[in-house]
């Protein structure tokens, strides 16, 4: 199984998910950190995502993306990882993706 570790570690509220990649050590899964949205375009059937999500007080395990609050997209940079993972769903990319939410703080 692998699961996807989004995030910028520049940013201290959002490189929990990457950090937590690199140091956890379970068999038979393996840990991807991502730095491109591409790195997971080519997955097929169920996509496992680790990330930082705004909002949360606890982990969560997220099973419906329809859920993600939409942001405004003003300009390219405003494009994030909900955006595409609800096009690729609606493209019938993706037939299912599990995201372990991680709170910011």
Request: proline letters at 3%; hydrophobic letters at 40%; a neutral charge.
């Amino acid at each position: 199984m692998k699961i996807y570790c989004f995030g910028n570690e520049y940013i201290k509220n959002d490189k929990l998910a990457k950090e937590l990649g690199d140091n956890l050590k379970i068999p038979n899964i393996e840990f991807i950190k991502c730095d491109k949205i591409e790195q997971i375009l080519e997955e097929k059937g169920i996509i496992c995502i680790m990330d930082v999500v705004k909002g949360l007080k606890k982990p969560t395990i997220i099973t419906n993306i329809d859920m993600l609050k939409n942001r405004s997209t003003i300009s390219c940079h405003d494009f994030d990882l909900q955006f595409f993972l609800k096009l690729m769903k609606g493209l019938d990319k993706i037939n299912e993706v599990i995201i372990i939410g991680l709170p910011m703080n």
